[in-house]
């Protein structure tokens, strides 16, 4: 009897304990259930807002490893849209160039020989006349709303983004004008062989215009009226390329050899593509930092 009721004991004790282990067994399964579904849910989170950060953070790597070129065609891309934007600026040097050559024959004479005589020399003046008359906004707008400030602290080189705009304000304004040229030389009764040496020439030539007049441009940035002193300081440096230019449309006239003017033409833009983006970049900073 003693062993049975032992018996009976134990086997009434052992649902009673396995019941309890089972209870307490289970509620820790859930508990760690839900935590590991928490826990697992604030990885996720934090597994998600680091791959957040980390696309947020490399969107301006991107764009820095984009390099010097992705910043040069946005420097073109950003000039041309605004200058595109103010027409009135872009047809000034047009206009005043047409005006300029129209009036010539009615004032002097309308004598098809003399005209013939001073057309590359006029022809000439007008076009640096026009090209000086845009320089005074090449770098004005920029400094005026604070984005040159911005070229100064970006980490893509100055020199190559003042090129960017420099070249800009040739194909706006150097490259018109080359292209009007042989045009409003038929008013001055200009020969026919002439044309083609006329807006090569013109093309050189205010292409060495626009850099050499982008140094002056930036050293007077910073003055209210820098249009006078802009103009002293540039038009000395104008003359070899006026010299050399007017000399090879008069030598296309006259049936001699164009290849010599045209060669230094060449060789002048060349050292100004050398030497004028360095004097560019150091008369920004002049003007910009004192």
């Known amino acids: 009897m003693p062993t049975l009721r032992r018996g009976l004991r134990a086997g009434n004790d052992t649902p009673r304990v396995n019941r309890f282990t089972v209870a307490q067994t289970d509620i820790p399964r859930v508990e760690e259930k839900g935590l590991h579904s928490s826990l697992h849910g604030t990885s996720n989170s934090s597994s998600q807002s680091s791959e957040t950060n980390q696309q947020v953070l490399a969107v301006p790597l991107r764009e820095h490893n984009g390099g010097l070129m992705t910043a040069v065609k946005a420097t073109l891309m950003r000039d041309l849209t605004l200058m595109l934007r103010r027409r009135g600026e872009v047809l000034n040097p047009l206009v005043f160039f047409a005006l300029v050559i129209t009036l010539f024959p009615i004032a002097i004479s309308p004598d098809p020989e003399l005209l013939a005589v001073i057309a590359p020399g006029l022809l000439w003046v007008a076009a640096l006349l026009a090209a000086l008359l845009s320089l005074d906004?090449?770098?004005?707008?920029?400094?005026?709303?604070?984005?040159?400030?911005?070229?100064?602290?970006?980490?893509?080189?100055?020199?190559?983004?003042?090129?960017?705009?420099?070249?800009?304000?040739?194909?706006?304004?150097?490259?018109?004008?080359?292209?009007?040229?042989?045009?409003?030389?038929?008013?001055?009764?200009l020969p026919a062989g002439s044309y083609a040496v006329l807006a090569l020439s013109l093309a050189l030539g205010t292409a060495s215009l626009s850099l050499i007049g982008a140094i002056g441009s930036a050293l007077t940035v910073g003055l209210a009226r820098g249009g006078v002193l802009l103009s002293l300081l540039v038009l000395p440096l104008y003359i070899p390329v006026l010299i050399f230019g007017a000399g090879a449309v008069q030598a296309a006239i006259l049936g001699d050899g164009v290849s010599a003017h045209l060669a230094i033409l060449g060789a002048l833009l060349a050292a100004s593509l050398m030497l004028a983006p360095w004097a560019i970049a150091a008369s920004l900073r002049i003007s910009i930092n004192g």
């Open 137 to 189: 906004s090449l770098f004005r707008s920029d400094y005026d709303d604070g984005s040159l400030e911005q070229l100064l602290l970006a980490p893509q080189p100055l020199v190559a983004l003042s090129l960017a705009k420099v070249a800009v304000h040739w194909l706006l304004t150097g490259l018109p004008l080359a292209l009007m040229a042989p045009i409003l030389g038929i008013m001055l009764a």
